[in-house]
């Protein structure tokens, strides 16, 4: 024996099951997408750090031109950087300058979800003069069209300044 069901309870009830499906399949694709540009992005920046651990490349390469780079703490150089230029001059020339080598990073843990990319390291290099900079890091990176377009940076700024202090900087 079968039954009839009214027509307007089979169109409510067809019409929640096409909400349904339309709100699963938004749901997947929403995630396929996270899942897509989550991947992409930690890997673009695992790239970046092997490049420079085993190459000395610049991880510039993945900055925007027009970076926001913020160190956290305190001291001279604990500020907001505005550009590429301004963190290459004024973050990265105080210490770089005073290192005999390039600063070698050896990365700990890679996170990524979507657009940030944390990655915590530590980097260490010999200094102009004489001694060892050894610093702990931790980047707080925002990614935009496969570039790094924001950074927080938490480092032991009293090493940095120590470094700037005690170094001289190399001729250039």
Known sequence: MTSKIPARTFWRHLRAVAIATALTM???VALANTETTTSRNEG???DAFEDWAERGGAFTQVLSPDIVWTVRGSGAFARTYKGVESFANDASRPIISRLASPLVPEVHDIWAIDDKVI???DASAPTTAGGTYRNEYLWILTMKDDVVVESEA????VKYQELVD???PRAQ
Do not use: E
């Open 26 to 28: 938004t749901t997947t």
């Open 44 to 46: 673009i920046i695992r």
């Open 119 to 121: 990655v915590r390291f």
């Open 154 to 157: 938490f480092l032991d700024m």
């Open 166 to 168: 005690s170094a001289p």
